[in-house]
C-alpha cells in the first residue's frame, strides 16, 4: 500500500510513524524544513520539501500510483486544495482530509458527492467533543468509546481496592459473575500493557479496559464500585473551536454551562453565538477566579485550552477544589506517561482522535472502527469477519493469534458473545479486538481475504 500524506505537523507525524512501522510506503510533503528535516531524522519515510496542493508535487511523488491521499495540514483550504488537484489528476486515489473550521461542517455532503470528491472528511474536533460527553457520563472512566453503532461501549477504569474484581484470576470470572462478568480486553499495570490470559491476576491501583453493552453499562460499573452520575452543570475552560462545540451540545443537553476564556475579543463572539452558556473573561489557571466563580460545585470541568501546561494546572486546581470529574486536553504525546502519576487520568487529544480516524480508513480487511488508546499503545479494531480470512471457520483455540493480540468479542444477529477456545467466528460476523502497537501488522493479515477468494 502507498501512502501519500501532505502535511508533516503532529497528525502527520504520528500518522506516519505509525504506517511506517507497519511496512507500508508513505511519503509526507510539507513545505516547512524544519517539520520535514524531523521526519527524515525520525522516520522511515520518504520526504518532499514542497507545497502538497501543487499538482506538479503530487504528480512526483507518484499520485497516480497511490492507494491513499491524507491531507491533514493545519489549513483546511490547503486541504481542500490538496484534494481537489489529486482528484483531478488520480481520480481511482482514496481521499482523506482533516476539516476543522465549523463553517465548513454544512458541506462535507457536497465535498464528498462532487468535487473534490474527497471519501473522508477527519473533524478531530467533533471527536474530541464526542469523546469528553462519553467520559462524563462515567465519573470513574478515563477511557470510553463506542462499537456497533453505540449498542458495545469499551471503557478504561482504575481498579480501587474496594472493588470485588481485586485480586481475582480472570478463569474465576466466570464463576463469581457468569454470563454477566466484563470482557476483559486488557490490563495496564506499572505503565505496561498486558494483553490478558485466564491465569493473570487484577490488582487495585490497575487500569483495566473491558467491553459491555451499552444498555448493561450501568450493571457492570457496580462490579467495579462506580456509578453513572447525571451531568447538570459544568465548566469549560477555553472558548476555542472545541469549547465552543461543547457548550453548544451542553445548551442542547439542557446542562448550566460556563466558560472562561482569556481573550476579550473572542469572549465577544461566544457571547454573540451562544444561547444560555454564560461566557466569562478571565485566566482559566487563576485560583482566585475559580473561587469566585464556585468551582467546586460543578460536575465537571472541562479544560480544552490550546495550552497543555495551562490544561493540566486547571485541572489540578479543579480536583483540589473538590470537583472528582475533570477532563483534560492535551496535544503534546510526551505528556501521557507522566499525566496518571500526578492524578490527570481523563485525557482528550485531537492528534489522538484524528490518528484513530484515518488508521480505520487505511486498514486492510472491512474494519469498521479502530481507536487507539493510551498514547497510541494498543488499538481496538472491530471489523466484520470475511469469508475465506484466516479468522473464519475453525475454533478460536486453533487459529494462530499475534502475540499481543486478543478477540474480545463476537457480535452476531444482535447477540453479543463471550469467546472461549471453542468458538468459531462466521463470515460476516462482527467482531472486536484488541492489540497493542506491535502485534496491529501481523493481526491486519488475518483479517485479510485470501487472493485465491477472487
Known amino acids: 500500500m502507498k501512502i501519500i500524506i501532505v502535511g508533516a505537523g503532529e497528525v502527520g507525524y504520528n500518522i506516519a510513524g505509525r504506517l511506517a512501522s507497519e511496512n507500508k510506503q508513505v511519503i509526507v510533503i510539507d513545505k516547512d524544513p524544519d517539520a520535514v ?4 531524522e525520525r522516520l522511515d519515510v520518504q520526504v518532499i520539501l514542497a507545497s502538497g496542493s501543487n499538482p506538479k508535487t503530487l504528480i ?3 499520485i497516480k500510483e497511490t492507494d491513499i491521499l491524507l491531507a491533514v495540514t493545519d489549513s483546511d483550504e490547503t486541504n481542500l486544495v490538496t484534494c481537489l488537484m489529486a482528484d483531478l489528476i488520480s481520480p481511482t486515489t482514496k481521499k482523506l482530509a482533516r476539516i476543522r473550521n465549523s463553517d465548513f461542517d454544512s458541506y462535507y455532503d457536497r465535498f464528498k458527492k462532487e468535487n473534490p470528491h474527497i471519501d473522508t472528511i477527519i473533524n478531530p474536533e467533533i471527536e474530541v467533543v464526542n469523546t469528553i460527553k462519553r467520559l462524563m457520563v462515567v465519573p470513574g472512566a478515563v477511557d470510553v468509546g463506542d462499537f456497533a453503532d453505540g ?3 469499551y471503557v478504561g477504569i482504575r481498579l480501587d481496592r474496594h472493588s470485588p474484581m481485586a485480586g481475582m484470576k480472570l478463569f474465576d470470572f466466570s464463576l463469581k459473575f457468569g454470563e454477566d462478568r466484563p470482557l476483559i480486553a486488557a490490563i495496564i499495570r506499572n505503565n505496561e500493557v498486558i494483553v490478558p490470559k485466564g491465569d493473570n491476576n487484577i490488582e487495585s491501583g490497575d487500569l483495566i479496559y473491558f467491553v459491555s453493552e451499552t444498555e448493561k453499562l450501568e450493571k457492570m460499573l457496580t462490579l467495579f464500585g462506580k456509578k453513572i452520575i447525571p451531568i447538570q452543570r459544568a465548566l469549560i475552560i477555553g472558548g476555542g473551536r472545541i469549547g465552543e462545540r461543547l457548550a453548544k451540545s451542553f445548551e442542547t443537553d439542557s446542562i448550566k454551562t460556563k466558560i472562561i476564556e482569556s481573550d476579550i475579543g473572542r469572549c465577544h463572539y461566544l457571547s454573540e453565538r451562544m444561547e444560555k452558556t454564560v461566557v466569562l473573561h478571565g485566566d482559566g489557571s487563576d485560583q482566585k477566579l475559580f473561587l469566585e ?5 460543578n460536575d465537571v470541568v472541562v479544560s480544552v485550552t490550546n495550552d497543555d ?6 485541572s489540578l486546581l479543579a480536583k483540589n477544589m473538590g470537583v472528582k470529574n475533570t477532563i483534560t486536553r492535551i496535544g503534546k504525546s510526551t505528556y501521557f506517561p507522566l499525566l496518571a502519576t500526578i492524578g490527570i487520568e481523563k485525557v482528550v487529544s485531537p492528534r489522538l482522535s484524528a490518528v484513530s480516524s484515518i488508521l480505520k480508513e487505511v486498514r486492510k480487511g472491512k474494519v469498521l472502527s479502530d481507536m487507539s488508546i493510551l498514547g497510541g499503545r494498543g488499538e481496538f479494531i472491530e471489523a466484520i469477519a470475511l469469508e475465506t480470512s484466516d479468522i473464519t471457520d475453525q475454533p478460536l483455540k486453533k487459529i494462530s493469534f499475534p502475540k499481543g493480540a486478543i478477540l474480545v468479542c463476537i ?3 444482535g447477540q453479543i458473545m463471550i469467546p472461549a477456545g471453542n468458538s468459531v467466528v462466521n463470515p460476516n460476523d462482527r467482531i472486536i479486538m484488541f492489540a497493542v502497537k506491535h502485534a496491529v501488522k501481523k493481526l491486519e493479515k488475518l483479517l485479510t481475504v485470501k487472493l485465491d477468494f477472487f
Request: aromatic letters at 0%; glycine letters at 8%; one cysteine or more.
Open 411 to 413: 457480535l452476531r444477529n
Open 151 to 153: 449498542r458495545v461501549k
Open 37 to 40: 528535516r524531523r521526519l527524515s
Open 60 to 62: 512526483d511523488a507518484g
Open 293 to 297: 466563580e464556585n468551582c467546586g460545585q
Open 309 to 314: 501546561e495551562t490544561n493540566i494546572l486547571v
